[in-house]
């Protein structure tokens, strides 16, 4: 990464240290300092701290005076709490920080600190400490003294082992020691009973500590890509628990988590696994078992019923329970990679909502198999009674599938039905060039529209009546705007509007407040817009791969609310392919990290 030159010469003089030329903070901005009570000393290339720092809390010097404005005296200054040290050269940190005994806040990240002062250890009033992107390979200052550290950052050093004074820190809740090399865990880390978000991903741990069930306040938990074969039974215990990752590591099994009742978020994604994990809490909405060994997927799995993403990629899956079609809560389903021969790749190539509508169908024809097998008898196929015999298929099933039918079949059609209670209809390559009016006849009860692969340009106003509209497909036409009535579906949760022509996201799709999935592939956008973005607050899905986008704003990780984001095949060169490849984590995750420091 490229340092910043120090922007503003008049503040700091011999910036740059070389042997005798030793920088100096002006008198100015320790006077600001004592007002404001914060010190920027960051992007400033220093290898060694000003001596005159450590003179903050003695009267200015006449000097400094020149520099008050008259309203204020060096005795009503306020002791400094907060102290910026990022982005330099420093090997170490000298112990006079003991002096700011009132320091709330010290940054030190993005230096090339190899030790650390005993004095870190007495700032008792120390509550966020950042000593991330170092290189601290061991730590023998002891933090018993740091009783109100709430956030401790430690990632990307070079840390082999953890002292055992962290257990100390009872008020803790933040700890993230991810990218060093350490091997274990010191039992005494299970002491920070307040602790809410640890991350131990990228090291090297074979195991984590028999009693973790003690830390009850952890809500987060990412130890991914490490050497973890197994897992302690008292994680089970961890009943405020949202969201749990162990990706890239060894388990072929996993303790039961059905006490886990919080429990939104479980990524097993590329271990060992063999066997479907079958006991889990019904809170659980992402489920990723991609790059796995699994050979079956239970009908149990229907049991999650807040269940909204399910990967199983890259499995040995021969086919789904039909069931699956069935979940009302589910919005994505991932299953390239699985020799799956029951559903043809036609329909798995379509994605999420044409998997499960054909799942569905499953679950209909069996039932009309059963019915008939138990009756003897089948539903007529005369001529005379095609009519009432396709109304029954189409009232029973409650969905209307006119694909590749002509216009003027999918005109008669949707009239003939329209009286029915129909949920889905699917007008797939149909030549459509327009929407038939006799759709409208639909907007009562319609919750899923397929028009796909057809030669649409545009949508006609009244689909802002479709008030029940939950999943719209419009990939593969020829669109490059869309009414601003679409943002009257209250409803919507889902849209893909891949193969088209969109130059860019249109407004109308920024006012649909409920939507979670956004499928824009393969069309002809340059750019992000994350102002309007931010609007869609519920938005888990933002997939925009194979457009021309130049840039991607590193403010995208900071929505909480996205759990899959797809960004491949695009003309930006940062972040770089390598990045791209680890997943939405770690691309979020990169994406923070190019944030300007505050």
């Known amino acids: 990464m490229r340092r910043q030159q120090f922007s503003n010469p008049t503040n700091v003089r011999n910036a740059k240290t070389t042997g005798q030329n030793i920088p100096s903070v002006s008198d100015a901005k320790l006077n600001q300092a004592r007002k404001s009570g914060t010190l920027n000393l960051s992007n400033n290339q220093w290898d060694v701290l000003p001596s005159n720092v450590w003179s903050l809390n003695k009267a200015p010097t006449k000097e400094a005076a020149s520099f008050d404005d008259g309203n204020s005296a060096w005795w009503d200054q306020v002791e400094l709490t907060k102290l910026n040290l990022s982005s330099n050269l420093l090997c170490s940190l000298p112990e006079d920080l003991q002096s700011f005994e009132f320091l709330k806040f010290l940054d030190v990240h993005d230096n090339k600190l190899q030790a650390l002062p005993n004095a870190i250890g007495n700032l008792s009033a120390l509550e966020h400490l950042n000593l991330s992107h170092n290189q601290l390979s061991i730590i023998q200052t002891s933090f018993n003294g740091l009783v109100n550290l709430r956030v401790l950052l430690l990632q990307h050093n070079r840390l082999r082992e953890l002292p055992s004074s962290l257990g100390r820190l009872q008020n803790c809740e933040k700890l993230d020691i991810s990218h060093n090399q350490i091997t274990t865990l010191p039992e005494d880390i299970?002491?920070?009973?307040?602790?809410?978000?640890?991350?131990?991903?990228?090291?090297?741990l074979n195991a984590l500590p028999n009693n973790i069930g003690k830390l009850q306040s952890l809500r987060i938990l990412d130890a991914s890509n490490n050497k973890i074969k197994c897992l302690p039974d008292s994680i089970s215990t961890l009943k405020q628990l949202e969201i749990l990752s162990f990706r890239n590591n060894l388990l072929d099994q996993l303790p039961s988590l059905t006490s886990c009742v919080c429990l939104k978020e479980l990524s097993l994604g590329n271990n060992r696994l063999t066997c479907f994990p079958s006991q889990l809490p019904v809170s659980v909405t992402i489920l990723e078992l991609r790059d796995n060994k699994l050979s079956e997927i239970p009908l149990s799995v229907t049991e999650l019923t807040q269940l909204e993403r399910f990967d199983i990629a890259n499995n040995n899956v021969p086919n789904l329970p039909p069931e699956v079609g069935a979940m009302e809560s589910i919005k994505v389903v991932v299953v390239s990679g699985n020799p799956i021969r029951t559903i043809s790749s036609h329909i798995l190539n379509k994605g999420t909502q044409a998997l499960l509508k054909h799942l569905r169908s499953r679950i209909v024809s069996?039932?009309?198999?059963?019915?008939?097998?138990?009756?003897?008898?089948?539903?007529?196929?005369?001529?005379?009674?095609?009519?009432?015999?396709?109304?029954?298929?189409?009232?029973?099933?409650?969905?209307?599938?006119?694909?590749?039918?002509?216009?003027?079949?999918?005109?008669?059609?949707?009239?003939?039905?329209?009286?029915?209670?129909?949920?889905?209809?699917?007008?797939?390559?149909?030549?459509?060039?327009?929407?038939?009016?006799?759709?409208?006849?639909?907007?009562?009860?319609?919750?899923?529209?397929?028009?796909?692969?057809?030669?649409?340009?545009?949508?006609?106003?009244?689909?802002?009546?479709?008030?029940?509209?939950?999943?719209?497909?419009?990939s593969g036409n020829a669109m490059s705007a869309l009414p601003d009535e679409l943002g009257e579906c209250i409803s919507l949760r889902e849209i893909n509007m891949s193969y088209n022509l969109f130059t860019v996201l249109p407004g109308s799709i920024f006012k649909l407040k409920n939507l979670e999935v956004l499928v824009a592939d393969n069309n002809q956008m340059t750019k992000i817009d994350v102002p309007n973005l931010k609007l869609l607050q519920q938005l888990s899905t933002l997939s925009l791969q194979n457009n021309s986008i130049n840039e991607v704003p590193p403010e995208l990780g900071l929505f909480t609310s996205i759990t899959a984001l797809k960004l491949e095949g695009n003309l930006f060169r940062v972040p770089r392919q390598n990045v791209l490849q680890k997943g939405t984590l770690a691309l979020m995750e990169y994406l923070r990290s190019r944030l300007p420091s505050a």
């Open 366 to 474: 069996n039932e009309t198999e059963s019915l008939n097998a138990s009756t003897g008898s089948v539903i007529p196929q005369s001529n005379s009674n095609n009519d009432l015999s396709n109304k029954h298929l189409v009232a029973s099933s409650r969905k209307l599938d006119l694909t590749k039918e002509n216009p003027e079949s999918v005109t008669t059609k949707l009239a003939l039905y329209s009286e029915l209670p129909v949920n889905e209809v699917i007008l797939a390559r149909c030549s459509l060039t327009n929407i038939p009016e006799e759709l409208s006849g639909y907007k009562g009860s319609l919750s899923t529209l397929n028009m796909s692969n057809n030669k649409l340009k545009c949508l006609p106003p009244m689909i802002g009546c479709f008030s029940q509209l939950g999943h719209l497909d419009l």
């Open 190 to 204: 299970c002491g920070i009973k307040f602790l809410k978000d640890f991350n131990a991903s990228f090291n090297q």
